[in-house]
């Protein structure tokens, strides 16, 4: 069965430091998504990623194809950063049991203090 | 519209009723993604479209849940005879292009609850 795995799956910081949330998966993909959900619930994607890296802002995502490996970094994090960081990666074969979709990791949730 | 749209935002219902949940997704976008996330857990596939098609639905938990899509567009997720295990928010998602290496939009979600 494909699979997703987020470490760690909490993370406390305090306001200022470098962050790093990592993503790994079994199989091939052809895309993998970062994802983020406030208390409130709503999902906002950050990045979308097949090869390299992308930075928007404080966040970088980075994945490393032959690793099977993903890592979400925020810098200078500051408490509006606090939420639950989701990977989802669309396995080229999805052997899941079900539809062709995405498959979501448990989520990383995320606290930074002032 | 300008995003996703969920509707109701939240819903309470009694055992046994019916609950339909609405998706009005961005205009254009032809794939269409509905998911689960129950408290405090991940969010779980239930069933995508592709236009107006959803080329498998083996996804859905149970024969009492089904979702059509009309136009395009709108997308409605009905659930009949809900139980207390039916409680969860109900997430909705457009893209472009399916199985794209585009981005996801997501709408605020429905929350149901079954008492």
């Known amino acids: 069965k494909n699979e997703v795995e987020q470490s760690p799956q909490n993370l406390t910081a305090q306001e200022g430091e470098f962050i790093t949330i990592n993503c790994s998966y079994s199989v091939g993909i052809s895309a993998l998504h970062w994802l983020q959900q406030h208390p409130g619930g709503g999902i906002v994607s950050l990045f979308m990623?097949?090869?390299g890296k992308k930075k928007h802002g404080r966040l970088i995502a980075t994945i490393n194809i032959q690793e099977k490996h993903s890592s979400l970094h925020i810098t200078a994090s500051h408490p509006r950063d606090s939420a639950v960081y989701i990977c989802a990666v669309r396995f080229r074969i999805y052997s899941g049991g079900g539809a062709d979709g995405l498959t979501f990791g448990k989520g990383t949730h995320l606290i930074i203090q002032p | 519209g300008a995003g996703v749209s969920q509707s109701p935002s939240n819903k309470v219902t009694e055992k046994g009723k019916d609950v339909e949940l609405r998706c009005d997704p961005i205009?254009?976008?032809?794939?269409l993604y509905w998911y689960r996330q129950r408290l405090g857990q991940g969010l779980e596939f239930l069933i995508y479209?592709?236009?107006?098609?959803?080329?498998?639905k083996s996804g859905l938990p149970s024969d009492r849940f089904s979702a059509e899509r009309t136009g395009e567009s709108v997308s409605t997720l009905t659930i009949q005879r809900t139980q207390q295990e039916d409680s969860a928010v109900y997430l909705c998602?457009?893209?472009?292009?399916?199985?794209?290496?585009?981005?996801?939009?997501f709408g605020e979600g429905s929350r149901l609850t079954v008492l």
């Open positions: 990623l097949s090869s």
């Open positions: 205009s254009g976008h032809t794939a």
């Open positions: 479209f592709q236009g107006n098609s959803a080329p498998d």
């Open positions: 998602a457009s893209s472009l292009v399916y199985a794209s290496t585009g981005e996801l939009f």
